[in-house]
């Protein structure tokens, strides 16, 4: 049976066919999909965790019960995770654990564009990295396999372009026969005290020749040889562009780009006259290859920066002699206009950033829908590093400022990048007395990856319901004194709240409560009633326009200063632009 699949869905795919028995993952792109389309599978179980490094915790528990397990993220995520992972590698598994990081080549979705390949070699783990749906779902199956044959984790790279293009899959039957998960003690290998892990690290080197040696022989390395006057060594979804640009070139496909098959790899130069590493972001092939002695050409003339793509390609190799490149097809598409990111109509982060803006403050921000609070005409984001770093990064900055200064320093955070990591984060600013003011901006799901649900929603990745946090007093015991709750929607109170705790001298937190207009359950969002402009009454001031809010256009009018038009079918009704109009010009009975 044959489907069309996206990668991250072959890759779910793939896991029910190994008999993984648990999943765990933060949602993050290009990521997300896999854990969403696990859960037809119910035999597995699959869970959202509140961070990276407790979800490869959960799958590393199941992979030391006997279980089979995979554990998915973006490639920041692996940042979060690497605690666990680095100690992971010393004590191997017991049943296969595969850690998918989907990397993010252009910064599609992301803060940086890091090369996770170099978590592979610098943790001593095999990485597989696929170029299509059909081998996403193969080499997640591969993968496990490896991981019980060598008693490790093994790291499964996936892209964008991977994660989100669909190909053709040949769907298979589970696998049958895996031993039943039970405990086994061996406080040895699992438990990491100096002592034990001095004889696990020599496990792990040998290990990691073992792996170089099966990687000569392991058939999803494989030399396809054509014409023999270049060669190029290439991987992942820079395989099909070389394919396309380069149809006349010998090529070695790596399908595992950690270790590397050195041997393979001096077989290939040996047989073409000139060799080229076709990889995106870091040089991380070519200079294995270099440190062979073999004479390669890569970056100087592939990209470091951003992904590649067939044009890319065909520019990079139009300069070199003696290689025929495809042309370019004839099929030219209108460049589209730009169409920079917005928060959508009705979000309850809009108002919030209207304040802070008014308000001048300083805005230490974080990971989430409202990083658009960067974007103008709302600019009022002054800092973005990572998830959870904006309540760190206010503690720090009010440290070296003067009373007055400080005042103006607020950290602004989402519900679940705060569970995610800004708890701590809290509980340091609370400890260490920071006098900075932090917004929570609760709008119950985790928005920006395409809602899916978090402690603080009250049900499971599964649809189950459960436990829902209290913020209030899971903020409370963390020791702020200061916790205020209101509706964002409200401006007025907005305003007032957000100036009144900014002059606070101790820390404090405004919790704004609004569920997210786009939540998939029934319920929690309600629609309002459209709003319009009332021609008559609306003078062209243009102030409701700072709120870039979606729904609303100006319509020029010759002779005339034009006027402002709300669209009701992106309309949510939710009034806020409504409360900015000093002319009583927008209503949800103006027309």
């Known amino acids: 049976m044959k489907e069309i699949l996206s990668g991250n869905e072959a890759v779910a795919r793939g896991a029910f066919e190994a008999g993984v028995k648990v999943a765990s993952a ?264 270099r440190g062979l002695g073999i004479e390669v050409v890569g970056k100087e003339i592939i990209p470091i920066c951003g992904e590649l793509t067939p044009g890319i390609l065909r520019k990079a190799f139009a300069s070199v002699a003696g290689v025929v490149a495809t042309h370019e097809s004839p099929l030219q598409i209108d460049k589209l206009p730009g169409r920079p990111p917005n928060m959508c109509p009705g979000c309850p982060h809009r108002g919030v950033f209207y304040a802070l803006n008014r308000q001048k403050a300083f805005v230490t921000g974080d990971i989430g829908c409202y990083t658009l609070g960067f974007m103008p005409p709302l600019s009022a984001m002054d800092t973005c590093i990572c998830m959870g770093a904006s309540i760190g990064n206010a503690t720090g900055i009010t440290k070296v400022l003067s009373p007055e200064e400080r005042k103006k320093v607020v950290a602004v955070i989402g519900d679940s990048t705060f569970l995610h990591s800004g708890i701590t984060a809290l509980l340091d600013m609370a400890y260490n007395k920071a006098p900075a003011t932090v917004l929570l901006l609760d709008n119950r799901i985790t928005a920006m990856t395409g809602r899916q649900e978090n402690p603080a929603s009250g049900f499971t990745l599964m649809g189950e319901e459960t436990f829902q946090v209290d913020f209030p007093q899971l903020i409370a015991a963390l020791g702020i004194k200061h916790v205020r709750t209101i509706d964002p929607y409200d401006l007025e109170e907005t305003m007032l709240v957000l100036k009144e705790e900014m002059e606070r001298e101790e820390p404090s937190v405004i919790i704004t409560q609004r569920a997210c207009v786009l939540i998939k359950r029934d319920g929690v969002f309600e629609r309002g009633t459209a709003h319009g402009v009332g021609i008559e009454l609306c003078i062209g001031c243009k102030a409701c326009l700072k709120l870039g809010c979606p729904a609303i256009v100006w319509q020029p009018a010759e002779g005339k200063k034009g006027r402002a038009y709300i669209d009701p079918l992106l309309c949510t009704g939710c009034g806020v632009c409504a409360q900015l109009c000093k002319f009583s010009a927008i209503g949800a009975k103006h027309e």
């Open 26 to 289: 933060y949602p993050g792109t290009p990521s997300t999909e896999i854990l969403e389309n696990i859960i037809q599978y119910r035999e597995i179980d699959a869970s959202w965790a509140p961070n990276e490094k407790v979800a490869l915790e959960v799958g590393i528990g199941a992979a030391f019960g006997g279980a089979r397990a995979l554990v998915a993220m973006k490639h920041v995520g692996v940042n979060v995770a690497a605690d666990p992972l680095f100690t992971l590698s010393y004590t191997g598994v017991k049943g296969g654990l595969v850690l998918v990081t989907a990397d993010d080549p252009e910064l599609h979705s992301s803060q940086n564009e890091q090369d996770n390949r170099n978590y592979a070699k610098f943790v001593k783990v095999p990485m597989l990295e696929p170029s299509d749906s059909q081998e996403c779902k193969e080499f997640t199956r591969l993968a496990l396999e490896i991981s019980e044959q060598f008693d490790t984790p093994v790291m499964l790279r996936t892209t964008t372009r991977i994660s989100h293009s669909k190909s053709v899959v040949t769907l298979a039957e589970p696998v049958k026969g895996l031993a039943e998960p039970r405990l086994t003690r061996d406080p040895a290998k699992y438990v990491m005290l100096p002592g034990n892990a001095r004889i696990r690290h020599h496990f792990v080197e040998e290990r990691l020749q073992k792996l170089i040696e099966f990687g000569e022989t392991l058939a999803i390395n494989r030399m396809e040889i054509r014409d023999e006057a270049i060669g190029v060594i290439t991987a992942g979804v820079s395989y099909q562009y070389v394919r396309e640009v380069l149809p006349a070139a010998s090529v070695l496909k790596l399908g595992m780009v950690y270790p590397l098959p050195k041997g393979l790899i001096r077989t290939f130069a040996a047989k073409v006259k000139k060799l080229y590493v076709v990889e995106e972001l870091d040089p991380f092939i070519e200079e294995l290859v």
